[in-house]
């Protein structure tokens, strides 16, 4: 109950707009995904699927609007950061996975058994757990103070380590492995995305001040953050289709909201030092919720092609030796992509 009262004390005006730009962004980003992907299947009918390197997509209007919707919904989520705290905006993010999964069983005829809607619940109770318990946001009064936190030795070596690791993936794992293994598409994905989201969170402090009074856009740092969100979202957006258009868009989704969220939290515990001030019990709670999510995950993972009848080792024998004789692939594709 206390918890409760806090939270409606803090729920000022301004907690009100960011509450409803954050779920406005969901609603959008959910949405962008099945848009996406039937924009991507009617490119890849015609022309060379995005899953193969082909780029006929970007002459599809369908992938535009979804484009499009998913851009909306990065604005709103933006731009509830610099409204409300991230203790309130982040959980809200959970809602485009069940939006996305529900829609994609409803519109693309991607079933969503009951195993995998416990591991979605699973994934946004272990994120909200997270959240709930994540420490309050340290106070910048300039861009620079952002700078020189993402120039301190500790954040250096973790972006070293993602930059080594994403063009590892890109180079070494991407032409052997991007077609069977949906991990690759979507490691990239989240580790390129954990740096720009710390980029993004400068750009936005640095708006913020901007237009309260303090210009930050005289200071090179300000630009340099911006080059670096415009490098990452567009590596992103790449890796993305390449996941979309292969893999099942409601398995896509949540795995790639897990790892997304766990990169990004480590990269702000690392940057920002959030639990510093934080006590053992805080940090135990948050650790039990990555485990929550990873629980989900795996579910997700193992129980995408079951299905809910009492034939069910029948029925998944059955699919997978269809599977294998239909595609020419073994056991190495659980996730691959299913079509109607």
């Known amino acids: 109950m206390a918890v409760v009262q806090k939270w409606r004390e803090g729920m000022s005006s301004d907690n009100v707009k960011g509450l409803v730009l954050a779920l406005s962004s969901s609603l959008f980003i959910g949405a962008s995904f099945i848009v996406k992907k039937k924009g991507l299947k009617k490119a890849g009918a ?173 200071y090179p740092q300000t630009w340099a953050f911006t080059l670096v969100v415009i490098t990452c979202v567009l590596t992103q957006m790449n890796y993305l289709n390449k996941a979309l258009d292969t893999f099942n868009t409601a398995v896509v989704s949540p795995i790639y909201y897990v790892m997304f969220t766990s990169l990004t939290i480590l990269a702000s515990v690392i940057m920002f030092k959030d639990w510093d001030g934080q006590s053992p019990t805080q940090i135990l709670t948050e650790m039990c919720g990555f485990v929550t999510i990873l629980s989900g995950t795996f579910l997700l993972h193992k129980t995408k092609d079951m299905a809910d009848d009492p034939g069910l080792s029948t029925s998944l024998s059955m699919r997978s030796l269809k599977h294998e004789e239909d595609d020419g692939f073994g056991e190495g594709i659980p996730l691959k992509r299913q079509d109607t």
């Open 46 to 218: 015609s022309g060379i699927r995005a899953g193969v390197g082909g780029y006929s997509y970007l002459l599809e209007p369908l992938w535009w609007a979804g484009m499009i919707t998913m851009v909306v919904g990065e604005i709103a989520n933006f731009a509830a950061y610099a409204f409300a705290p991230a203790i309130l905006v982040t959980p809200l993010g959970a809602l485009s996975i069940i939006i996305s999964a529900v829609l994609a069983h409803i519109i693309l005829r991607e079933r969503l058994h009951t195993f995998g809607i416990l591991g979605c619940i699973l994934c946004v109770v272990g994120s909200t757990t997270i959240v709930l318990h994540a420490p309050q946001e340290r106070q910048i009064e300039s861009v620079t103070e952002v700078w020189d936190l993402a120039t301190e030795p500790g954040f250096l070596f973790y972006t070293a380590l993602v930059l080594t690791a994403v063009f590892i993936l890109i180079y070494q794992f991407v032409p052997q492995y991007g077609q069977t293994h949906i991990m690759v598409y979507i490691g990239v994905c989240s580790l390129v995305g954990s740096i720009s989201v710390m980029s993004v969170k400068a750009l936005g402090i640095a708006l913020k001040l901007t237009f309260s009074g303090t210009n930050q856009l005289v």
